[in-house]
C-alpha cells in the first residue's frame, strides 16, 4: 500500500533525554516502538507502521492541517506533532531500511544515559537547549559543586567539535559525582583539564518564585507541575506576598505563569464584595489550604501589591511573564516600553509554528538555531518603538515587519548614484512557512512581531513571552527558552 513504512527516531539527537521521552509517550499510548539492536543504524528506534495503533501513530507524527474555511473554528489546541513538541528528530521512511532481524520490540520504557568523554576535572556540556540543564545546575550546586556559562563559542583543547555558545561548565564534582550527573539527567559530559579563556558568566543560581491569582489558577498549576517534574525549586505566592512587600529580599526570579483578563482583573482579581473567602485548611474542609492559602480570596494584590512587585524589578530582580500575563504588565505599568498591538482578524488557535532567533547571542536564546518551532495559541501581542527593537529578542515568523525592511527608493526624488542592473537578478529566496503544523487565519498579521522581548527596568529585567513555553506539559522543546532565563538570571543586560 502507498504510505510510510516507517517512522525512525534517529540515535544522534539534540536532545538525547527528550528522544527517550518520546519513544516512552508513544509506548503508553499502545503503539509499538523497536530498537535496532545490530546492523549500521544500531541504536535507533523505529516505529513500523504494520500494526494496530498505525493510524494513531501517523497521526502523533505527522503535521496537522486544519482547514482555514472550516464552518466551525476550533477554540483550543489543533497540533500535536510529537516531533515538533519535544524537539526531537523524527525521519519517515516509504521504504523501510532496516533488517526486520535488527530489530527488536521494546517491552518496557527506555532512558538515555549521559556519557562522559575526555580526561580532566571539569565537566562540559555542549549546549543545545536540553532540558534537564538548569536541573542539573541545582543538584551540582547541592554537591557543592560550581556551574559556569560560556559565552562565546569555542574549542577544547584536544578536540576539534566547537563548543556551541552557552556551553555550561561544572568544576568541583567528583568523577563519581560527575558520572551521576550525566546519567541521572541524561546529558553527556565532556571532560576536560583547562577551560578556554573566553567570555564567561559564573552562574548563581536563583531563588524562584511562582505567582499564583486566585481567580485563575489553571496555567499556573501547569507551570508548578514542570518545575516538580523538572525538580527545579520554587516557592509559590500570591497577592498577600506582594502586598508584604520585601520581595527583593525573598526572590531572585519571580514567575508569572499565562492569567486571563487585563491589568483591572490582575489588580483586583476576585470582587471583595464577595468577602472574606478564606481558603485555609479547617476540620470541616481539610482538603483546603493546599498548596497555598489565604484569609480571603478577594480583593487582589491592589495598587500597593503592584507598586511592591515594580519595586522588586527595579531593585534588581528579573520578572518573567507568559503570554498574556506579558500583557497585563504593559497595562500595569510596570514594563512601559511594550505596548499591545492589536490584530483583530489573526485568529490563531494552538499551532505549531516557526519562529526567528533575532540575538542568538542573548542568553536566553543560548541552544537555540535561527529558525525554529514553537507552540503558540491565542493571546495578546506587545511590540516596542522601532528605536527599541534591540529588546525584541525572537519574532514570529522569518520576515522583518514592514517598517524594517531596508529601504531602497530614492532620496529626496534623487539616486545617491547611477543605478547598475543587475544582468542576473537573484532569484529571492522563498520564505520558511509559519505555519507547520495546525491553522491560523491572516497570519500576515502577526509576522515579524515579537515573541520573546527582554527590557531592562531599573536595576533588574522583565522577560516578557508572548506565548507560553510551558503549555500544559506539551511543548518541551519551548521550555528551554524559560530555563535560559532563570540559568542566565543576573547576565540577561
Request: net charge neutral; no cysteine.
Amino acid at each position: 500500500k502507498d504510505g510510510p513504512k516507517a517512522f525512525v527516531i534517529g540515535k544522534q539527537q539534540r536532545d538525547p533525554a527528550m528522544a527517550a521521552y518520546l519513544v516512552n509517550q508513544l509506548r503508553t499510548q499502545g503503539i509499538e516502538v523497536h530498537k535496532a539492536e545490530t546492523g549500521k543504524n544500531q541504536g535507533d528506534y523505529v516505529v513500523l507502521l504494520n500494526q494496530p495503533y498505525r493510524n494513531y501513530a501517523y497521526s502523533l507524527l505527522t503535521k496537522q492541517n486544519y482547514p482555514k474555511e472550516a464552518k466551525f473554528p476550533p477554540y483550543d489546541a489543533i497540533a500535536w506533532t510529537l516531533q515538533y513538541l519535544n524537539g526531537v528528530n523524527v525521519t519517515q521512511q516509504d521504504t523501510l531500511k532496516y533488517e526486520v532481524s535488527d530489530l527488536k520490540l521494546l517491552t518496557a520504557d527506555v532512558k538515555y544515559d549521559g556519557k562522559i568523554e575526555g580526561d580532566g576535572t571539569y565537566y562540559v556540556v555542549n549546549y543545545k537547549a536540553q532540558n534537564t540543564v538548569l536541573p542539573a545546575a541545582y543538584w551540582a550546586k547541592s554537591q557543592n559543586a560550581k556551574t559556569t556559562v560560556l559565552d562565546a563559542k569555542t574549542t577544547l583543547e584536544g578536540r576539534k567539535d566547537t563548543l556551541a555558545q552557552g556551553a555550561v561548565v561544572f568544576s568541583g564534582l567528583t568523577a563519581d559525582q560527575a558520572k551521576q550527573l550525566a546519567e541521572k539527567f541524561s546529558v553527556d559530559l565532556i571532560s576536560t583539564k583547562t577551560l578556554p579563556s573566553v567570555k564567561q558568566h559564573e552562574v548563581s543560581l536563583p531563588r524562584v518564585a511562582i505567582y499564583h491569582t486566585w481567580y485563575q489558577t489553571q496555567d499556573e498549576g501547569w507551570s508548578r507541575y514542570t518545575f516538580e517534574q523538572r525538580g527545579i525549586p520554587y516557592t509559590s505566592i500570591h497577592k498577600d506576598h506582594l502586598k508584604k512587600g520585601n520581595l527583593r529580599s525573598q526572590f531572585d526570579v519571580i514567575l508569572v505563569p499565562r492569567v486571563g483578563g487585563t491589568g483591572a482583573n490582575f489588580l483586583h482579581e476576585v470582587d471583595a464584595k464577595f468577602g472574606p473567602m478564606p481558603y485555609t485548611k479547617t476540620v470541616e474542609f481539610p482538603s483546603h489550604g493546599t498548596p497555598s492559602s489565604t484569609d480571603d480570596m478577594t480583593g487582589g494584590p491592589g495598587f500597593e501589591g503592584v507598586a511592591e512587585l515594580k519595586k522588586f524589578v527595579d531593585e534588581g530582580g528579573v520578572l518573567i511573564t507568559l503570554d498574556n500575563s506579558s500583557s497585563i504588565m504593559s497595562d500595569l505599568g510596570i514594563v512601559r516600553e511594550l505596548k499591545r498591538y492589536e490584530s483583530p482578524t489573526l485568529f490563531h488557535p494552538g499551532s505549531i509554528i516557526q519562529v526567528k532567533n533575532r540575538q542568538p547571542s542573548h542568553p536566553i536564546m543560548y541552544g537555540y538555531p535561527e529558525t525554529f518551532p514553537i507552540f503558540k495559541g491565542q493571546g495578546a501581542l506587545l511590540q516596542t518603538e522601532k528605536r527599541d527593537r534591540d529588546m525584541m529578542l525572537m519574532q514570529y515568523g522569518t520576515k522583518p515587519l514592514k517598517e524594517e525592511e531596508e529601504y531602497k527608493g530614492l532620496i529626496m526624488g534623487m539616486p545617491d548614484k547611477k543605478e547598475v542592473k543587475d544582468p542576473k537578478p537573484a532569484t529571492p529566496k522563498p520564505e520558511p512557512p509559519y505555519v507547520l503544523s495546525g491553522m491560523v487565519r491572516n497570519e500576515q498579521t502577526i509576522i515579524g512581531h515579537g515573541a520573546i522581548f527582554n527590557v531592562p527596568v531599573g536595576k533588574g529585567q522583565v522577560v516578557a513571552f508572548t506565548f507560553d513555553p510551558l503549555h500544559r506539559y506539551l511543548n518541551h522543546h519551548d521550555a528551554p527558552l524559560l530555563w535560559n532565563a532563570i540559568l542566565n538570571w543576573n547576565a540577561l543586560r
